[in-house]
Nanobody, 125 residues
Framework: QGQLVEFGGGLVQAGGSLRLSCIASGRAFSTYHMGWFRQAPGKEREFVAAIDWGRTLTAYGHSVKDRFTISRENAKNTIYLQMNSLKPEDTADYYC??????????????????WGQGTQVTVLS
């Protein structure tokens, strides 16, 4: 059974930046498509970004496009989410996710094979 562990959440002022990391273990995650979701209090889990196993394809949710960048280092079993120009509405728990099939921006919870435990991001206005 694979495991995903997120790091890098915290408090940041609006307009600031954070970089989240997700370290994978226990499976051949280099062959999985990887992504990030987020869930704000009282809201459904929302797709944020995805990157294919070969690092040739990326996809972003509409609300984060042009501000967030997803990347991965397969040799380190790690994916990253660089978040710039953060807004208070970006406040949420951020979850790392893995999937066997590429879903582009249509990646939903039910497509996900493995979840991380989440890391909290709070953006102060």
């Amino acid at each position: 059974q694979g495991q995903l562990v997120e790091f890098g959440g915290g408090l940041v002022q609006a307009g600031g930046s954070l970089r989240l990391s997700c370290i994978a273990s226990g499976r051949a995650f280099s062959t999985y498509h990887m992504g990030w979701f987020r869930q704000a209090p009282g809201k459904e889990r929302e797709f944020v970004a995805a990157i294919d196993w070969g690092r040739t394809l990326t996809a972003y949710g509409h609300s984060v496009k042009d501000r967030f960048t997803i990347s991965r280092e397969n040799a380190k079993n790690t994916i990253y989410l660089q978040m710039n120009s953060l807004k208070p509405e970006d406040t949420a728990d951020y979850y790392c996710a893995a999937a066997l099939n590429w879903h582009d921006t249509n990646w939903r919870e039910y497509n996900t094979t493995v979840w991380g435990q989440g890391t909290q991001v709070t953006v102060l206005s």
